[in-house]
């Protein structure tokens, strides 16, 4: 049994920031990557922004410089920052965690059920 909640999502106008948040609990041995993931009506699910155990984050290239990933190891938290907000960014936010429910067992991959992010032109 593991679940990811986001939180956070909302209306702001362009040029604002919203944080979100997405907590993972559960059964967890160990958390690898995480991310944040966003979907647009009638496109495909993109990677946003993803932040590995022990390496360097990684952005796509539409929202470098603006958005910023972060997590709380102690929390099983991941964070996305967003600033300078603009209307193509709306979508729905889902959060993603590959992780290791026990020690001998392979890691597998969860998903948050998504959280609304709306940009005003």
């Known amino acids: 049994q593991v679940q990811l909640v986001e939180s956070g999502g909302g209306l702001v106008q362009a040029g604002g920031s919203l944080r979100l948040s997405c907590a993972a609990s559960?059964?967890?041995?160990?958390?690898?990557?995480m991310g944040w993931y966003r979907q647009a009506p009638g496109k495909q699910r993109e990677l946003v922004a993803v932040?590995?155990?022990?390496?360097?984050?990684n952005y796509a290239d539409s929202v470098k410089g603006r958005f910023t990933i972060s997590r709380d190891n102690a929390k099983n938290t991941v964070y996305l920052q967003m600033n300078s907000l603009k209307p193509e960014d709306t979508a729905i936010y889902y959060c993603?965690?590959?992780?290791?429910?026990?020690?001998?067992?392979?890691?597998?991959?969860?998903w948050g059920q998504g959280t609304q992010v709306t940009v005003s032109s």
């Open positions: 993603n965690a590959d992780l290791h429910r026990y020690w001998w067992a392979s890691s597998d991959r969860y």
């Open positions: 559960g059964s967890i041995f160990s958390i690898n990557a």
């Open positions: 932040i590995p155990s022990g390496g360097s984050t």
